[in-house]
């Protein structure tokens, strides 16, 4: 029997062939978007997780410097707290240095204090700390406590007279204050009084008056 066709001479199509026509028309449908849309929706997406990714780096830099900054200052506690023992001893050597003079017998003794002293400095200097030097420099009140204030010839008002008991830095921060004696200005004299001058009596009547007789 002849094949059937649609139109004279024109086979008709198979239903596989029309089942995949109608997929294709709709997927034709699918595909049909505006492109521009979509790349700002992507772009838009891109964006957020870029600003997700910014925050989220900035807060572990944030955590990173806090644990160091803890880390050093529970570091800096533990050597005040060392330290702080350690000061009253070259305290002691200081004294002993000033109060010591060098006649022949002591002179020995004086210099191994001072070597005691320089080891001690030595050592403490290994940890950060250095002496603050604070004769002749201004009072300043993060680094100085002023015990009293004096008249002094040579030191200007307002500067370090003598240093009672040494103040220490330990790097940038302030291990213990100097114990100072500042300069004052000197109070201010009292002006000389001038010297009373003499009254000249006036004259009186029947004086005969200067270069003239008197009348007889």
Not at 35 to 48: I, N, S, W
Request: no cysteine.
């Amino acid at each position: 029997m002849a094949d059937e066709t649609k139109e004279a001479g024109e086979p008709l199509p198979a239903d596989d062939e029309i089942v995949l026509a109608e997929d294709g028309a709709e997927a034709a449908d699918e595909v049909v978007e505006d492109p521009a849309a979509k790349v700002t929706e992507l772009e838009a997406r891109l964006a957020t997780e870029h600003d997700r990714l910014l925050r989220t780096a900035a807060d572990l830099d944030n955590l990173r410097k806090r644990m160091r900054r803890d880390l050093e200052d529970h570091r800096a506690r533990g050597r005040v707290e060392v330290l702080h023992e350690l000061l009253p001893a070259i305290d002691s050597l200081d004294l002993a240095l000033s109060a010591t003079k060098p006649d022949g017998q002591a002179e020995s003794i004086l210099r191994g204090v001072e070597i005691v002293r320089r080891q001690f400095l030595g050592a403490m200097e290994k940890f950060g700390v250095k002496p603050i030097e604070s004769v002749g420099a201004a009072f300043d009140p993060n680094l100085h406590e002023a015990l009293t204030q004096v008249e002094h010839d040579t030191v200007p008002p307002g500067h370090v007279v003598q240093d009672l008991r040494k103040g220490y830095m330990l790097g940038d921060r302030l291990l213990r204050a100097a114990m100072v004696i500042v300069a004052k200005p000197k109070a201010a004299t009292p002006e000389a009084a001038p010297a009373p001058q003499e009254e000249i009596p006036a004259p009186q009547e029947g004086d005969a008056a200067d270069g003239e007789e008197p009348h007889a």
